[in-house]
């Protein structure tokens, strides 16, 4: 009993390795594919040579009979030797192909319970080299979202606990009657409930946007001339207030798009030019380039250093180290804008040179545009 147990784990062993393992089904097919064409050729070069032999008189029926047997001995001979050759050479050559392969299983696997496994070295340019590139890339893609989300949490568990705390504090010392109301002490706590409400407001505004990169937009239609001095009216009164001057080139074009997203795009930059300005101008132009429009924004402040001008389009990335709100917004208004130029399948960049700055972005014209030349102001 416990032999034929013994040989039905030995069967049941063997069906799941040839189930498993594609190498030794591709060497089985390879084998017989090799045999049967050995076979034939040879067989027909034996036939060939049986038939020229027994054309000849002096070939009797015994040696005709021997020269065939020999024939077929060396026939079979040499088909289980070729064939013998061709698989172990094929099985050498697919082992190389099969490793990296492997190696992505079990990489794979990893990353299935987890875990992030090391990059694959790539040592071919061949389809599989190329599909371990484009993995390693893929891990390397996650870990930095991870990296992200991770410090995305953290920045906004940092950005709400400073107000909700104050909130929390002034409001509790209200209520015991440690400290009296007045003009000011309640113009404070307003102030933190416009910063909360900001802040959620651009936190739900991004995740529309992100959510509308899944979907077909419907597009119309934009006159960027008139959108963008639309969005500068909004600013007129504290541009005033801070005595800045604003200088216009614009051309006049029309782009396919969303008027509220790319109104939107350029509140947030003109915003982010006015909090961050240490001079008393500001230029905004607008200009046809190829087949895009793009607008720039320049001011003059703070230095940006170079590591912050790469990431300055991510999520909550502030210049200030200290993270005080009075020397900016949220570190949201230049996240929503690379979203939603995204969106429009175009592009948003910082060109900075020392305390000159120019925030830009580009959105594609519209095709077959009635409006042709252009206007400056």
């Known amino acids: 009993m416990l032999h034929f147990k013994s040989l039905d784990g030995i069967a049941h062993y063997r069906l799941f390795f040839w189930r498993k393992s594609i190498l030794w089904k591709l060497m089985l097919v390879n084998g017989l594919v090799i045999g049967v064409v050995i076979w034939l050729v040879g067989v027909s070069v034996k036939d060939f040579a049986c038939l020229l ?20 001995f060396y026939l079979v001979r040499a088909s289980v030797i070729a064939v013998f050759v061709g698989i172990i050479i094929y099985y050498m050559l ?6 990296p392969l492997r190696k992505l299983n079990g990489s794979t696997k990893l990353m299935m319970a987890g875990q992030y496994p090391q990059p694959i070295e790539v040592k071919s340019d061949d389809e599989v ?31 709400l606990r400073t107000p909700l705390s104050n909130l929390n504090g002034y409001l509790e010392a209200l209520s015991s009657g440690v400290v009296k109301g007045d003009v000011e002490l309640y113009k404070s706590l307003h102030e933190e409930s416009l910063h909360l409400t900001k802040l959620v407001d651009q936190m739900h505004q991004l995740a529309v946007w992100e959510m509308k990169q899944a979907s077909t937009p419907i597009w119309h239609i934009v006159d960027m001339h008139k959108l963008i001095h639309q969005a500068l009216s909004s600013f007129e009164l504290e541009l005033a207030s ?3 001057s604003c200088q216009l080139t614009i051309e006049t074009a029309e782009v396919e798009g969303n008027e509220t997203g790319i109104r939107q ?14 001079s008393d101008w500001i230029h ?23 590591s912050k001008a790469e990431l300055i389009f991510n999520r909550l990335i502030r210049l200030d180290a200290s993270r005080r709100r009075e020397a900016g917004g949220s570190g949201l ?45």
């Open 242 to 244: 801070k005595h800045i």
């Open 333 to 377: 208004g230049l996240a929503i804008v690379n979203e939603i130029v995204k969106l429009h399948s175009g592009k948003a960049g910082l060109q900075t040179d020392r305390n000159r700055h120019s925030f830009w972005f580009s959105i594609p014209l519209q095709q077959h545009s009635s409006k042709q030349g252009g206007s400056e102001i």
């Open 129 to 159: 080299g190329q599909l371990s590139h484009h993995f390693n890339q893929m891990v390397d893609s996650l870990r930095q979202a991870e990296q992200s989300r991770k410090q995305l949490l953290g920045d906004l568990s940092h950005e």
């Open 53 to 72: 032999v027994g054309q000849y008189e002096y070939m009797d029926a015994e040696k005709q009979s021997f020269f065939n047997s020999t024939m077929h």
């Open 284 to 306: 905004i132009s607008g200009e046809k380039t190829g087949h895009d429009y793009k607008v720039t924004i320049t001011n003059e402040g703070e230095s940006i250093p170079p």
């Open 94 to 99: 697919m082992k190389k192909i099969f490793v």
């Open 265 to 278: 795009v350029l509140i947030n930059l003109i915003d982010n030019a006015i909090q961050y300005n240490m």
